[in-house]
Structures are given as structure tokens and as C-alpha cells.
T-cell receptor
Framework: AQKITQTQPGMFVQEKEAVTLDCTYD???????LFWYKQPSSGEMIFLIY??????QNATEGRYSLNFQKARKSANLVISASQLGDSAMYFC???????????FGKGTLLTVNP | NAGVTQTPKFQVLKTGQSMTLQCAQD?????MSWYRQDPGMGLRLIHY???????DQGEVPNGYNVSRSTTEDFPLRLLSAAPSQTSVYFC??????????FGPGTRLTVL
């Protein structure tokens, strides 16, 4: 079974609207961390936001927030007030237990329309 | 700080050739790793290291070797290149189990 599932290969959103990118994960370890990365067309990987499994509150970083639903094993990324520069590939990733390793999903390509 | 640097940016090899992809970081990070990115596959872990002298295999290690003689450097060696190794390669590092910092990537084509 896949450890990280991103079910939306592509998403479209109008500029200034909010968008949610889905991520579900599979682990039996009670300690884990969830990450979101952005990859623009230029190719670099940009860290956006992190959520730990024991964190009581949903993580937020500027226009990015993570909708963490532990019982459903989902960690959706919410981007508020979309901008043209948000058009990129977005990857969800997970670290389990005491591991350093990250397991990535296959990504969602977000296109922001003017 | 330069962060994580990778060389070369682009490389074309013929089947059977060998080469080394270089990765260096100046953040004194203990953890370093190599990923490959293929269309529709996300990033897959090739090898990783939790410190100088310590390396281990990731999800797709076949055809690749690594070593970690210093904290700063983590080269990836292709022993005998195959067309299936055509990919974009990323090196990453982190201090502890937090955010991983990625290099700019190396685009490798094997003919």
C-alpha cells in the first residue's frame, strides 16, 4: 500500500480564491511528521509547512495551512488567496518514527488562472 | 551559506559509462540523502546517510553507490549507466528529523 496518496493529479483555481490539495497517509507509528513541498517549473524543491503527529494545532505559515485530521489520516494543504506564482507541483511527504527518511506522494499540479 | 549545492546541473552519458554526481552542504547537517524524480512518480529515495561513515539504502538503490567521508559531502556514483537511470537527481540535507533542504537538482540523460 502506498504510504502517501495524493489523489488529484491536477487542480485548477482562480486567482484570489482558496484551494485545498489532498494528502492521505498510511502509518502504524504513533510518531510521524508530515511535510508539504512546492516545485515550480524551474525545478527547485521549496519547503512550505510541517505538521507533527503530536501537534495539537494545525500548522500555518502565511497563506499556507495544513488541515490535519489524524483519525482520517489526512493532511490537506490549504492555500488561501491564490496567486499566479502558486502555479506549481505540490508534494506531500511523511517521516515515520525515529527515521530521517521522507516518503513522497506523486504530487498535484496546481494551475492558478487569472 | 550556499546551502546544498549539486554538480553538474546537466549531464549526458552513454550506456555503460560511469560518473559521480556531487553534493555538498555547508550547514553542518547530519542527514543527507539522494532522490530521483521521474514523471508521475514523485521523489524516490536512493541512498541516505545519518552521518560521516554511515550510509544505507533507500527505496531504489540498485545501480548506485554512495559514501560519506565528511559531514559536508555525499557523492552519488553511477557504476554503469543505463537508460533507466535517466532522471532528475536531487540531494537533500537536514539537521535532525525536520525540514529537508534540497539542492537544485541534476538532470541526467543516458543514451
Amino acid at each position: 500500500a502506498q504510504k502517501i496518496t495524493q489523489t488529484q493529479p491536477g487542480m485548477f483555481v482562480q486567482e484570489k480564491e482558496a484551494v485545498t490539495l489532498d494528502c492521505t497517509y498510511d502509518t502504524s507509528d504513533p510518531s510521524y511528521g508530515l511535510f508539504w513541498y512546492k516545485q515550480p517549473s524551474s525545478g527547485e524543491m521549496i519547503f512550505l509547512i510541517y505538521q507533527g503527529s503530536y501537534d495539537q494545532q494545525n500548522a500555518t505559515e502565511g497563506r499556507y495551512s495544513l488541515n490535519f485530521q489524524k483519525a482520517r489520516k489526512s493532511a490537506n494543504l490549504v492555500i488561501s488567496a491564490s496567486q499566479l506564482g502558486d502555479s506549481a507541483m505540490y508534494f506531500c511527504a511523511m517521516r515515520e518514527g525515529s527515521n530521517y527518511k521522507l516518503t513522497f506522494g506523486k504530487g498535484t499540479l496546481l494551475t492558478v488562472n487569472p | 551559506n550556499a546551502g546544498v549545492t549539486q554538480t553538474p546541473k546537466f549531464q549526458v552519458l552513454k550506456t555503460g559509462q560511469s560518473m559521480t554526481l556531487q553534493c555538498a552542504q555547508d550547514m553542518n547537517h547530519e542527514y543527507m540523502s539522494w532522490y530521483r524524480q521521474d514523471p508521475g512518480m514523485g521523489l524516490r529515495l536512493i541512498h541516505y546517510s545519518v552521518g560521516a561513515g554511515i550510509t544505507d539504502q533507500g527505496e531504489v538503490p540498485n545501480g548506485y553507490n554512495v559514501s560519506r567521508s565528511t559531514t559536508e559531502d555525499f557523492p552519488l556514483r553511477l557504476l554503469s549507466a543505463a537508460p533507466s537511470q535517466t532522471s532528475v537527481y536531487f540531494c537533500a540535507s537536514s539537521y535532525g528529523r525536520g525540514e529537508q533542504f534540497f539542492g537544485p537538482g541534476t538532470r541526467l540523460t543516458v543514451l
